[in-house]
Nanobody
Framework: QAQLLESGGGSVQAGGSLRLSCVGSGYDYSDYCLGWFRQVPGKEREGVAAIASGGRTSYENYVQGRFTVSRDNAKNTLYLQMNSLKPEDTAMYYC?????????????????????WGQGTQVTVSS
């Protein structure tokens, strides 16, 4: 059974950094597109960053230049390096996966395009 497990969340002050990890099990994710998404209570889940099987990356404007997404296919692991964190980055962060051949390139950062999700890891940024 395909599973994703996030880790690395925590509480930091504004301007600090965190590195999230997402380990996949039960399947080889090397041909998958992988994404990071976040959600706060009462709001819809939103895209953060995504990376294709070939390494192409995409970022939402609100994290561009501060966050870096990467993957290690040998370890079946996805990463999100978050720098210069802001209070508005506070959210539950989720990783997700879908075979790249089934994912529309124009919807690379849309949560509805992904069908395998982790449980989430909480990130809290204080001012």
């Amino acid at each position: 059974q395909a599973q994703l497990l996030e880790s690395g969340g925590g509480s930091v002050q504004a301007g600090g950094s965190l590195r999230l990890s997402c380990v996949g099990s039960g399947y080889d994710y090397s041909d998958y597109c992988l994404g990071w998404f976040r959600q706060v209570p009462g709001k819809e889940r939103e895209g953060v960053a995504a990376i294709a099987s070939g390494g192409r990356t995409s970022y939402e404007n609100y994290v561009q230049g501060r966050f870096t997404v990467s993957r290690d296919n040998a370890k079946n692991t996805l990463y999100l390096q978050m720098n210069s964190l802001k209070p508005e980055d506070t959210a539950m962060y989720y990783c997700a996966a879908r075979p790249c051949q089934l994912l529309r390139s124009v919807a690379f950062l849309k949560p509805t395009e992904y069908d395998t999700w982790g449980q989430g890891t909480q990130v809290t940024v204080s001012s």
